[in-house]
């Protein structure tokens, strides 16, 4: 998991071309958000912008206390798309992932 995490903190364009929803998310934002919180009980805690050719995209991590966590990509309209889930989030420190 942490290769994931480190692959979309440095490289976060490549998950554009692994989940063919990211071509048109159709879920507004907010309605992800409140699932993720009241299903999940998954908090936000990261957030980046993504600059590919023609488009902007919001990449964000929620994780709960429980673990599990959950990747959104936002286009400019506020359609979400979830990219990723799983279980047994870590949290580590910026420069520990490299090590």
Same mark, same amino acid.
């Given at each position: 998991?942490?290769?994931?995490? =480190?692959?979309? &903190? =440095?490289?976060? %364009? &490549?998950a554009l &071309?692994? /989940? !063919?929803?990211? /071509? #048109? !998310?159709?879920?507004?934002?907010?309605?992800v958000? *409140?699932?993720?919180?009241?299903? *999940?009980?998954?908090?936000? @805690? +990261? $957030?980046?912008?993504? *600059? !590919? !050719? #023609? /488009?902007?995209?919001? =990449?964000?991590? =929620?994780? %709960?206390?429980k673990? %599990?966590?959950t990747i959104?990509?936002? #286009?400019?309209?506020?359609r979400?798309?979830?990219?990723?889930?799983?279980?047994h +989030?870590? $949290?580590h420190?910026?420069?520990? @992932?490299? /090590?």
């Amino acid at each position: 998991m942490k290769y994931l995490i =480190f692959l979309l &903190a =440095f490289f976060p %364009s &490549a998950a554009l &071309a692994v /989940n !063919p929803c990211l /071509n #048109n !998310p159709r879920i507004p934002r907010e309605i992800v958000v *409140s699932k993720l919180l009241t299903d *999940s009980e998954e908090f936000l @805690i +990261w $957030q980046g912008l993504v *600059s !590919p !050719p #023609n /488009n902007k995209y919001l =990449f964000e991590l =929620f994780a %709960s206390d429980k673990g %599990s966590w959950t990747i959104v990509i936002t #286009n400019v309209q506020s359609r979400s798309c979830i990219v990723g889930d799983g279980d047994h +989030w870590l $949290q580590h420190e910026a420069g520990e @992932i490299l /090590n």
